[in-house]
T-cell receptor, first 111, second 116 residues
């Protein structure tokens, strides 16, 4: 079983819609959760971190964490073509240095 | 967040040779990491570069193949030794976020390696 699992997509949404990206993780003791955006040919860029159950909003981005279900999601409101990228879910375990990435979900926002 | 640079940004190397990749950070950081991202794949942690001691390698990665140096808190190198085409990949260094941003990792721009 992989530590972090994501739907690989591709996910396509029309411009202005809400894009929903999902991630599950296996280590119940994980404490830190992150979403990275990676444009083609570029390195990953941190866009959201979340540590507590519930929602965390930052501009058009909302991260949701449910530790009981071992589930993390990222919502992108009012999606723009510039949001087209691969989104990586990452989880940091209690051992600190163990930082696991999912395989990423490819998002395309259609103008 | 810290500003991270890597050299070289890309290289094409012949099999059997070695390449050393440099990672420079503009501030002192406790933790530095090296990742590999193969084409179309996610990131795989190679090792944690420890200042003043040997690197800590993940399963499947060994020091003879990927020797790492960390002479101070702002610099690290990763060498890819005796390269084969299977080593063609993007190599990324990352650092822990400072202060309140502990737990977050920030990535350098990456080194795109092609082995022929």
């Amino acid at each position: 079983q992989k530590e972090v699992e994501q739907n690989s997509g591709p996910l396509s949404v029309p411009e202005g819609a809400i894009a929903s990206l999902n991630c599950t993780y296996s280590d119940r003791g994980s404490q830190s959760f992150f979403w990275y955006r990676q444009y083609s040919g570029k390195s990953p860029e941190l866009i959201m971190s979340i540590y507590s159950n519930g929602d965390k909003e930052d501009g058009r981005f909302t991260a949701q964490l449910n530790k009981a279900s071992q589930y993390v999601s990222l919502l992108i409101r009012d999606s723009q073509p510039s949001d087209s990228a691969t989104y990586l879910c990452a989880v940091r375990t209690n051992t600190g240095n163990q930082f696991y990435f999912g395989t990423g979900t490819s998002l395309t926002v259609i103008p | 967040s810290a500003v991270i640079s890597q050299k070289p940004s890309r290289d094409i190397c012949q099999r059997g040779t070695s390449l050393t990749i440099q990672c420079q950070v503009d501030s002192q950081v406790t933790m530095m990491f090296w990742y590999r991202q193969q084409p179309g794949q996610s990131l795989t942690l190679i090792a944690t570069a420890n200042q003043g001691s040997e690197a800590t390698y993940e399963s499947g990665f060994v020091i003879d193949k990927f020797p790492i140096s960390r002479p101070n808190l702002t610099f690290s190198t990763l060498t890819v030794s005796n390269m084969s085409p299977e080593d063609s990949s993007i190599y990324l260094c990352s650092v822990d976020g400072p202060g309140l941003q502990k737990g977050e990792q920030y990535f350098g721009p990456g080194t795109r390696l092609t082995v022929t």
